[in-house]
Nanobody
Framework: QVQLVESGGGLVQAGGSLRLSCAASGSFISINGMGWYRQAPHKQRELVATISSGGSTNYADSVKGRFTISRDNAKNTVVLQMNSLKPEDTAVYYC?????????????WGQGTQVTVSS
Protein backbone atom coordinates (compact mmCIF):
# COMPACT_ATOMS: atom_id res chain seq x y z
CA GLN A 1 0.00 0.00 0.00
CA VAL A 2 1.21 3.50 -0.85
CA GLN A 3 0.25 6.65 0.98
CA LEU A 4 0.65 10.28 -0.04
CA VAL A 5 0.48 12.72 2.85
CA GLU A 6 0.12 16.42 2.11
CA SER A 7 0.81 19.39 4.35
CA GLY A 8 1.09 23.14 4.14
CA GLY A 9 -2.33 24.38 3.14
CA GLY A 10 -4.08 27.25 4.87
CA LEU A 11 -5.50 30.74 4.62
CA VAL A 12 -3.47 33.55 3.08
CA GLN A 13 -4.17 37.01 1.73
CA ALA A 14 -3.91 37.76 -1.97
CA GLY A 15 -0.30 38.33 -2.94
CA GLY A 16 0.96 36.01 -0.24
CA SER A 17 2.75 32.68 -0.43
CA LEU A 18 2.21 29.11 0.68
CA ARG A 19 4.32 25.98 0.40
CA LEU A 20 2.69 22.59 -0.05
CA SER A 21 4.57 19.39 0.65
CA CYS A 22 3.72 15.79 -0.11
CA ALA A 23 5.54 12.69 1.09
CA ALA A 24 5.08 9.20 -0.32
CA SER A 25 5.43 6.21 1.95
CA GLY A 26 4.69 2.51 1.89
CA SER A 27 5.78 -0.40 -0.22
CA PHE A 28 6.87 0.50 -3.72
CA ILE A 29 9.82 0.22 -6.08
CA SER A 30 9.97 3.67 -7.61
CA ILE A 31 7.99 6.79 -8.44
CA ASN A 32 7.73 8.18 -11.93
CA GLY A 33 5.80 11.41 -12.31
CA MET A 34 4.57 13.44 -9.36
CA GLY A 35 2.32 16.44 -9.39
CA TRP A 36 -0.29 18.71 -7.91
CA TYR A 37 -3.89 19.10 -8.96
CA ARG A 38 -6.63 21.27 -7.54
CA GLN A 39 -10.38 21.32 -7.36
CA ALA A 40 -12.40 24.42 -6.62
CA PRO A 41 -16.05 24.22 -5.51
CA HIS A 42 -18.37 23.20 -8.34
CA LYS A 43 -15.44 22.75 -10.73
CA GLN A 44 -13.57 19.77 -12.09
CA ARG A 45 -10.16 18.78 -10.81
CA GLU A 46 -7.43 20.42 -12.86
CA LEU A 47 -3.70 20.05 -13.29
CA VAL A 48 -1.54 22.60 -11.52
CA ALA A 49 1.99 21.29 -12.06
CA THR A 50 3.82 18.04 -12.68
CA ILE A 51 7.42 16.94 -12.46
CA SER A 52 9.08 13.84 -13.88
CA SER A 53 11.61 11.70 -12.07
CA GLY A 54 14.25 13.45 -14.17
CA GLY A 55 13.07 16.91 -13.14
CA SER A 56 11.14 18.00 -16.21
CA THR A 57 8.27 20.25 -15.21
CA ASN A 58 4.91 21.24 -16.63
CA TYR A 59 2.62 24.01 -15.39
CA ALA A 60 -0.90 25.16 -16.02
CA ASP A 61 -0.89 28.50 -17.81
CA SER A 62 -2.73 30.08 -14.89
CA VAL A 63 0.15 29.44 -12.48
CA LYS A 64 3.20 29.88 -14.70
CA GLY A 65 5.64 32.34 -13.20
CA ARG A 66 3.99 32.15 -9.78
CA PHE A 67 4.23 28.49 -8.74
CA THR A 68 7.29 26.26 -8.65
CA ILE A 69 7.26 22.48 -8.33
CA SER A 70 10.24 20.51 -7.10
CA ARG A 71 10.97 17.03 -5.79
CA ASP A 72 13.47 15.08 -3.77
CA ASN A 73 13.73 11.59 -5.24
CA ALA A 74 15.74 10.29 -2.29
CA LYS A 75 13.02 11.34 0.16
CA ASN A 76 10.07 10.63 -2.18
CA THR A 77 8.70 14.12 -1.66
CA VAL A 78 7.27 16.79 -3.92
CA VAL A 79 6.87 20.46 -3.04
CA LEU A 80 4.75 23.20 -4.59
CA GLN A 81 5.90 26.71 -3.79
CA MET A 82 3.06 29.13 -4.48
CA ASN A 83 3.78 32.84 -4.69
CA SER A 84 1.67 35.85 -5.65
CA LEU A 85 -1.46 33.93 -4.74
CA LYS A 86 -4.80 35.07 -6.10
CA PRO A 87 -8.34 34.43 -4.85
CA GLU A 88 -8.92 32.22 -7.88
CA ASP A 89 -6.21 29.87 -6.58
CA THR A 90 -8.58 28.90 -3.77
CA ALA A 91 -9.18 25.15 -3.98
CA VAL A 92 -8.41 21.80 -2.45
CA TYR A 93 -4.96 20.79 -3.66
CA TYR A 94 -4.18 17.12 -4.26
CA CYS A 95 -0.82 15.45 -4.55
CA UNK A 96 -0.49 12.78 -7.22
CA UNK A 97 2.15 10.15 -7.91
CA UNK A 98 2.57 7.42 -10.52
CA UNK A 99 4.09 4.61 -8.52
CA UNK A 100 5.70 1.32 -9.46
CA UNK A 101 4.79 -1.46 -7.07
CA UNK A 102 5.83 -5.11 -7.29
CA UNK A 103 2.78 -5.97 -9.36
CA UNK A 104 2.18 -2.90 -11.51
CA UNK A 105 2.26 0.86 -12.01
CA UNK A 106 -0.54 2.65 -10.16
CA UNK A 107 -1.76 6.20 -9.82
CA UNK A 108 -2.11 7.43 -6.22
CA TRP A 109 -3.72 10.52 -4.72
CA GLY A 110 -3.31 12.30 -1.42
CA GLN A 111 -6.24 13.26 0.76
CA GLY A 112 -6.12 16.90 -0.27
CA THR A 113 -5.22 20.11 1.54
CA GLN A 114 -7.30 23.29 1.50
CA VAL A 115 -5.81 26.50 0.18
CA THR A 116 -7.87 29.65 0.69
CA VAL A 117 -6.78 33.01 -0.68
CA SER A 118 -8.68 36.03 0.58
CA SER A 119 -8.99 39.25 -1.39
Amino acid sequence: QVQLVESGGGLVQAGGSLRLSCAASGSFISINGMGWYRQAPHKQRELVATISSGGSTNYADSVKGRFTISRDNAKNTVVLQMNSLKPEDTAVYYCNAYVRTVARWLNYWGQGTQVTVSS
